[in-house]
């Protein structure tokens, strides 16, 4: 079983389109997160949260909202796409919360949604 | 919030041969992390390393951390051809950069 999946892996939109990128995990893990890889490959922060609640919410545009139905679930709904959202986002989750001194260590990763916004 | 800044950009090396790569961030940490990502494919966990700690070995990865300089590296030894891939570091709050893309030929 995929630890963390995504879905779609591939999304195709015109601008101005709302589209959503959903991710689960099987891990039981309590934090999640949103990342944003760009075409030089820096890798972004977006989102993270905890248990359902938001924890870090990076300097993102409002047009990007996350959801957090359970703990297992973090999906990412974009609204009016532009031609700058067009990235590999990924997912993540993590056991506990990376604060001082108690994070056990490792962030697992989905295999990536490439959106590409025409 | 600080990031890890990866260096070099890029690297390329024969099989055999051994890959350094550097992470340098600002503020104090409580650890530091290596991922690994193959080309089209999700982040995967390399090792992890903490603030009092200055060597950590694993397999034929070998990491360590200056915390007076704020910087870490990663050594690959004995290279493989399938060792080609990105690598990234993140500090505390899993904030990473844009990693150096190793290349290495068979």
């Known amino acids: 079983d995929t630890a963390v999946s995504q879905t779609p892996k591939y999304l195709v939109t015109q601008m101005g389109n709302d589209k959503s990128i959903k991710c689960e995990q099987n891990?039981?893990?309590?934090?999640m997160y949103w990342y944003k890889q760009d075409s030089k490959k820096f890798l972004k922060i977006m989102f993270s949260y905890n248990n359902k609640e938001l924890i870090i919410n990076e300097t993102v545009p409002n047009r990007f909202s996350p959801k957090s139905p359970d703990k297992a679930h973090l999906n990412l709904h974009i609204n009016s796409l532009e031609l700058g959202d067009s990235a590999v986002y990924f997912c993540?989750?993590?056991?506990?919360?990376?604060?001082?001194?108690?994070?056990?260590?490792?962030?697992?990763f989905g295999e990536g949604s490439r959106l590409t916004v025409l | 919030s600080q990031q890890g800044e990866e260096d070099p950009q890029a690297l390329s090396i024969q099989e055999g041969e051994n890959a350094t790569m550097n992470c340098s961030y600002k503020?104090?940490?409580?650890?530091l992390q290596w991922y690994r990502q193959n080309s089209g494919r999700g982040l995967v966990h390399l090792i992890l390393i903490r603030s009092n700690e200055r060597e950590k070995h694993s397999g034929r990865l070998r990491v360590t951390l200056d915390t007076s300089k704020k910087s870490s590296s990663l050594l690959i030894t004995a290279s493989r051809a399938a060792d080609t891939a990105s690598y990234f570091c993140a500090t505390d709050d899993m904030r990473f950069g844009a990693g150096t893309r190793l290349t290495v030929k068979p």
């Open positions: 993540a989750s993590s056991p506990n919360l990376p604060i001082a001194g108690a994070f056990t260590g490792e962030l697992f």
């Open positions: 503020t104090s940490i409580n650890n």
């Open positions: 891990l039981g893990h309590d934090t």
